[in-house]
């Protein structure tokens, strides 16, 4: 749990509660742990229910300080997922390119987060373990301009396309990425446009201010948003993370 | 909507009366043998047999050898006496201090187990659990004659040393009459001469445990002694003896503590002979030493006992299943590189090897938890301590009795005791729980895996271990008190909190400093001794003395249904919204119904089960198979409660069986008309011979569909169960169920319903019905609408106009007559069909045979559905032929369509083969195949109104879903036999007496238009089925006549023909 950025200009400072989720051993908790140790961890203890973990990310602005939950994969522990996801301003709904069945689960979540979790929440799809994909890399954006690879090798273990998951992010309004937790690719933009993606009004104070979270304009907010990510993917690469 | 739970209450009440009588609540007390298992952590084979109020004393001679070291404690000296229940099960001998009474002849209420404060005894007290296997002898011993005194002497110990130290003694004092003491003494005569059978285990388990090696070693013995036992190699004590033992066994004084157990256990017994006084629950507070751990966990929380009862179990599991794969064993290999990675033995092959061993044995035993994440770091710690079988059975006691519900699939035993542990916390710390849901923390985000991992995974290993060893001998409280003394302790800082970040951390720094000093600023030296993690224990054990497992018990019981119905929301809303998109073309209300019924009806089908297995087991039980059972399904815990979906373990896959049955509750149709139930399966059965192909054997046990209503069995579900068996794996998930339902429900295309009804009949998916599909789909047609249709437009206007006049003439008329549109649409469909079809060969298209072939296969279709008496009689004797296969009884006197009674089958009807005309009969030609395609179909369903509208709306409202009613419809509908009643029975005697050819015609006159209707319902039905058969006798005919050569069936053919053209004829009179 380290606070890494404790010594940042006296910018306004804000926590935003994000949760994480998405089938077992898409590498979850290895994402995080690259995010706020950048470390990457062959063997991760799993999750017990879920990982607290917090990260502060330094905004032009302002900034952000992620308080995490990671919370564990298995099937069975789904039902316990409404306490984590509870209050939750953003969302990180990781799947595995290399198993296609993580996208479907994934699909799952964000169906579930859209209905359930607090309106307005920010949800960040996020497509891991990008390093064991051949096409990954630089040649992408060479070939195309929306960062779809052309063709699978055959050596490939990408089971799925970034076009896919990039459709259906879309047609959901969702952030989308692909990372690889291992070679940190990715990761940080990831938090950083869900940072930029969360508009101002959503925010509550550092801490104690919690109560204040918007609840009459939960609708409206929604929107903002939702506008805020079209662009989010992009500008918030750029700006970058201070960790 | 219809809800679940209230379902699941209402098939609990139905399977078991007396629940409903105690509480609303699903909770069931536990009973009488639950609590005595539990007290003395027995396995689920053993039930109170005796129980009898008796004093306890231990000989002098336990003592004498360690007096020297315990000079304080003269009562020793003396002999220890205890007070208290001597209880007698099949196969142990118990006896505990902790007063409780779980004998069967007590009432409920009277019955219970001892739940009060059990001052670190644990729930059994001081005492032994003794197996009978252990006891060498028995003596009564001649004392006054009033005392009725038992010397019991146990199996100290196997071989040499036994002998020479002539075992341990203990003498009992049976307080009660005379005549409860023999009866007492009588049973356990009968349970020691069972219990020989059981010393070969004993044996071998006893070898296993570390206190028989370490006393065999016991320093204070002759140099000589020591030597000869000492080749023995220790016994297997976990990890920890090849990766050194967590802590430093200095600084855990591991010594001084094994020399106290060695005393102790020598003077006490071991392993199966222990008995429990004081010191030893003060000893398994200060810590267990190392390589006793394993021992003592298995002791205390009764794991030994089971694998007593199958020492091999562990090692025949894993043969059994070798080289198989399982879902659960992906996930274990997931997470076998994660679990306690810090520790060396870890990150060894052998320690892998074990934990992944251990957890796959598991999972086979007992798939419905298979694996859970969190067991993999329990198995982990318990591995560092234990050999691998000790862990697998001590984790069945977590699973089955310690944790119940943590592990399973829906883990609604974990957020059940969430929900507990926040009552307490409420209740015992009122301004921290104010502060908590002022500032919007959810305690179970940070109490959650304190539960579920047992403080393995929160505090360090050494003092995790700590709360292990209390919480094995004393119970599942434990975690609450140990839980509520980590918030306690905290209290102050974690006012401070406000945020879920902040109350983590200060937990998680409390957590790393527990074996610093609770008061490092005292003056007093020895308060600045005292650890956190002793200040802890004390507070724990201390000042939450008040939780008693009663406490847990009773919280449980109260917020179990509320946590249970939230998971049950929570796993119909996910199941619900994950079904896909086909799901969306159904209503949210139509899906949550489905879900319901679906659910509902596996649910009740498992209770059916397991109430039949119950019955049967109880059958095998009174026919003297009684010791085959004992040491059977020790590991599955009868007393868990089956069935709700949070509780799981609930199948989700749906068996033709099954799928009768949900379908039997949404729709009329497969509703069977003739129950098997016997007191009407009279005439039923005959009136339907028609199902009798498809009907299949069924033995009829006490009504195998419960309270609703007998499903049917028809070739038209058969076809939609494997249609929507995408899987091919002969069941239906929830998801299949739905997508079959959108494509039934969810198109408002007629078009696209008609498609799919052929495609359902197109076996090899090639465009083509052949004949025997054309006949099928009437059959089907006829099936579905023989209760009538639903929603029939009646915007025709011919419909209209008949209906009103009818309606004028008689209550119900529209019905009838709808009915009757319904059958002469579907015999025009057939003779259209026929009509219509192409035939297979090119042969066949020459102009003058098609003609026939119209010619001839109208006529023999307007017999087809409407038939009256005589034609019946006609086509009866046919089958009389002895080829037939299946031969309908034609002579059932009880028959309601006045059939007559005079069957004789014609001179001329049997199949003589005559050589004549080809193609007269053309349609019932297996020489000449024939077939309709899709656009042949649908032009002939939209030619008529009625099939029209059957495929555009009927069918698909035959199902009712959400809108329709919720339960079962009721069967008051137009069966087409049930309501025959005493009138139109009586009108069928008449008809009877009537001359042959009169009874047609009497029969709407006679029995009302109602019966009449019926009768022609069921008797198309029949010709439906007639000629079905008599084209496989024609098959068989051809076939035969092929082999000889020679081409005299035509005959038959051309006769065949010509009845039914008759038979025709009649009908068209009959009609005007």
């Known amino acids: 749990m380290a606070d890494s950025t404790g010594a940042a200009a006296p910018k306004p400072s804000s926590s935003v509660k994000l949760v994480l989720l998405g089938e077992a051993a898409v590498g979850k908790s290895s994402l995080v742990m690259r995010f706020v140790n950048n470390d990457f961890q062959e063997n991760k203890e799993p999750t017990i229910g879920a990982a607290f973990l917090t990260q502060k990310c330094n905004l032009p602005t302002r900034t952000i300080k992620f308080e995490i939950w990671d919370t564990a994969g298995q099937e069975r522990f789904a039902s316990l997922a409404p306490m984590y996801y509870r209050n939750a301003q953003a969302a990180l709904v990781v799947y595995d390119i290399t198993k296609a069945s993580s996208l479907t689960k994934a699909q799952h979540w964000v169906a579930e987060l859209q209905r359930q979790a607090s309106p307005g929440i920010v949800i960040a799809l996020v497509g891991n373990k990008l390093d064991l994909a051949n096409a990954g890399g630089a040649g992408e954006s060479e070939d195309d301009a929306d960062g779809v690879p052309d063709e699978e090798g055959d050596s490939d273990a990408r089971k799925v396309p970034t076009k896919t998951a990039k459709a259906y992010a879309d047609e959901e309004s969702l952030l989308f990425f692909e990372t690889s937790a291992k070679t940190g690719m990715n990761v940080a933009e990831v938090f950083t446009a869900i940072a930029n993606a969360i508009p101002e009004t959503q925010l509550k104070g550092p801490r104690g201010v919690g109560g204040q979270t918007t609840l009459g304009s939960g609708g409206q907010q929604q929107d903002a948003s939702r506008v805020n990510l079209a662009g989010a993917g992009t500008a918030g690469a750029k700006e970058g993370c201070a960790c | 909507m219809f809800n679940l739970s209230s379902l699941v209450q209402k098939a609990q009440q139905f399977i078991d009366p007396t629940l409903s009588q105690t509480t609303p609540s699903t909770d069931r007390r536990p009973s009488k043998s639950t609590l005595f298992r539990h007290q003395f952590r027995l396995p689920d084979t053993q039930n109170p047999l005796q129980e009898i109020t008796a004093e306890l004393t231990l000989s002098s001679h336990h003592s004498t050898r360690s007096s020297s070291d315990h000079p304080d404690d003269e009562e020793r000296g003396r002999g220890n006496r205890y007070v208290g229940k001597l209880h007698l099960s099949e196969q142990f001998l118990c006896f505990s201090t902790q007063g409780s009474s779980f004998l069967n002849t007590a009432s409920l209420s009277s019955s219970s187990a001892f739940t009060g404060q059990t001052h670190g005894a644990g729930p059994a007290g001081n005492g032994f659990t003794l197996p009978l296997c252990a ?675 008689n209550v119900g008329g529209g019905r009838e007559n709808r009915d009757e549109q319904i059958l002469s649409s579907i015999s025009a469909f057939i003779r259209r069909c026929f009509e219509y079809a192409d035939p297979d060969h090119a042969i066949n298209q020459t102009d003058n045979s098609s003609n026939k072939l119209i010619d001839t296969t109208e006529k023999a279709v307007d017999a087809f559905s409407i038939g009256d008496d005589e034609d019946e009689d006609d086509l009866l004797s046919f089958s009389s032929t002895p080829s037939s296969p299946k031969p309908t009884d034609p002579a059932n006197p009880t028959q309601t369509t006045g059939a007559p009674l005079q069957m004789q089958p014609p001179p001329s009807t049997p199949l003589t083969p005559k050589p004549d005309k080809h193609t007269a009969n053309a349609a019932l030609d297996p020489t000449k195949p024939l077939y309709i395609t899709l656009p042949t179909f649908r032009m002939l369903i939209l030619a008529d109104e009625t099939l029209e509208s059957f495929f555009e709306s009927a069918f698909a409202n035959s199902f009712r879903l959400a809108d329709g009613p919720s339960s079962a419809p009721s069967t008051t509908n137009l069966t087409t036999f049930a309501n025959v009643n005493a009138p139109s029975r009586a009108a069928a005697a008449q008809a009877l007496s009537l001359p042959q050819d009169a009874a047609g015609v009497a029969g709407p006159g006679g029995k009302g238009l109602r019966g009449m209707l019926d009768n022609i319902v069921s008797d198309g039905m029949r010709v439906a089925a007639e000629v079905r058969r008599r084209m496989e006798e024609a098959q068989r005919e051809m076939d035969r006549a092929a082999q000889q050569g020679a081409s005299y069936d035509e005959d038959d053919e051309e006769e065949r023909g010509r009845r039914i053209g008759r038979v025709g004829n009649e009908v068209v009179e009959f009609e005007r």
């Open chain 2, 135 to 809: 006891i060498r002898r028995v003596e009564r011993l001649h004392s006054q004659s009033y005392m009725f005194a038992l010397a019991i002497t146990t199996w100290n110990g196997f071989g040499e040393q036994s002998k020479k130290e002539g075992g341990q003694k203990l003498t009992i004092q049976l307080a009660g009459s005379r005549q409860q003491c023999e009866r007492f003494c009588d049973r356990l005569k009968k349970g020691l001469r069972e219990g020989i059978k059981e010393v070969e285990n004993l044996r071998a388990v006893a070898s296993q445990c570390y206190s028989e090696y370490l006393l065999a070693n016991d320093p204070k013995k002759k140099e000589e002694d020591r030597k000869q036992e000492s080749k023995r190699e220790a016994p297997d004590t976990g990890l920890g003896m090849i990766f050194r033992y967590p802590g430093n066994p200095r600084k855990l004084r591991d010594g001084t503590k094994m020399r106290l157990w060695r005393e102790y256990l020598n003077e006490n017994g071991r392993n199966a002979t222990l008995i429990r006084q004081p010191t030893f629950h003060k000893l398994i507070r200060v810590g267990l030493p190392n390589r006793l751990r394993g021992e003592m966990w298995e002791l205390t929380s009764g794991s030994f006992f089971l694998r007593l009862q199958k020492p091999n179990q562990y090692a025949e599991t894993l043969a059994k299943h070798e080289g198989r794969n399982s879902l659960a064993i992906e996930e274990i290999e997931k997470d076998l590189n994660r679990s306690l990675p810090e520790y060396p033995g870890f990150q060894s092959e052998e320690g892998i090897g074990r934990l992944r061993r251990v957890l796959t044995a598991y999972s086979w035993t007992d798939e419905e938890v298979g694996y859970c994440q969190a067991m993999n770091i329990v198995v982990a710690a318990l591995l560092i301590y234990m050999s691998e079988a000790q862990a697998f059975s001590l984790l069945s006691v977590l699973c089955d009795r310690l944790l119940p519900g943590y592990y399973s699939q829906t883990m609604y035993g974990t957020l059940l005791d969430q929900r507990v542990f926040e009552s307490l916390v409420e209740k015992t710390m009122p301004i921290l729980w104010d502060h908590l849901v002022k500032s919007d923390v959810q305690l179970s985000v940070v109490s959650l895996p304190w539960f579920l991992s047992l403080y393995i995974n929160s505090m360090p290993l050494i003092f995790a271990f700590r709360v292990l060893d209390v919480f094995f001998l004393e119970g599942p409280k434990v975690l609450f008190q140990i839980g509520l003394a980590i918030l306690r302790i905290n209290g102050e800082e974690l006012l401070d909190a406000s945020d879920d970040g902040t109350f983590i951390s200060v937990l998680k720094s409390y957590f790393a400093r527990l074996d610093e000093s609770a008061h490092p600023k005292s003056e007093n030296p020895k308060l600045r001794a005292v650890t956190r993690f002793q200040e802890l224990m004390v507070t724990a054990f201390r000042e939450f003395a008040g939780i008693t497992q009663n406490t847990i018990s009773e919280q449980r019981a109260k917020h179990k249904d509320a946590v249970l119905e939230n998971i049950e929301n929570f796993a119909k809303r996910t199941s619900i919204r994950n079904l896909g998109p086909d799901s969306k073309r159904l209503s949210t209300n139509d899906l949550g119904f489905m879900y319901d019924r679906f659910y509902g009806v596996l649910y009740e089908r498992q209770q059916r089960a397991q109430m039949f297995q119950q019955e049967a087991d109880r059958r095998a039980k009174a026919s003297g198979t009684k010791a085959t059972r004992i040491a059977t399904d020790a590991l599955h815990n009868n007393s868990v409660e089956m069935g709700r979906v949070a509780v799981g373990p609930s199948p989700t896959q749906m068996d033709y069986d099954a799928f009768r049955e949900f379908l039997a509750g949404i729709t009329r149709w497969a509703v069977s008309d003739s129950p098997s139930s016997p007191q009407d399966a009279n005439a039923e059965k005959q009136n339907y011979s028609y199902f009798g192909n498809s009907m299949r054997n069924r033995s009829v046990a006490l009504s195998p569909w419960g309270a609703g209503p007998e499903p049917a069995d028809h070739e038209f579900m058969q076809r939609l169960f494997r249609r929507w068996d995408v899987n091919m794996n002969h069941a239906l998930s929830l998801q299949d169920v739905v997508t079959g339902f959108a494509q039934v429900k969810g198109t408002k295309d007629i078009m696209s319903n008609i498609s799919y009804f052929f495609e359902l009949y197109d076996d090899d998916g090639d465009g083509k019905v052949d004949r025997e599909g054309i006949l099928r789909i009437s059959e089907a047609l006829l099936f579905l609408s023989r209760r009538g249709l639903e929603n029939v437009p009646s915007t025709s206007a011919s419909l209209n106009s008949l209906q009103q006049k009818e309606s004028t003439d």
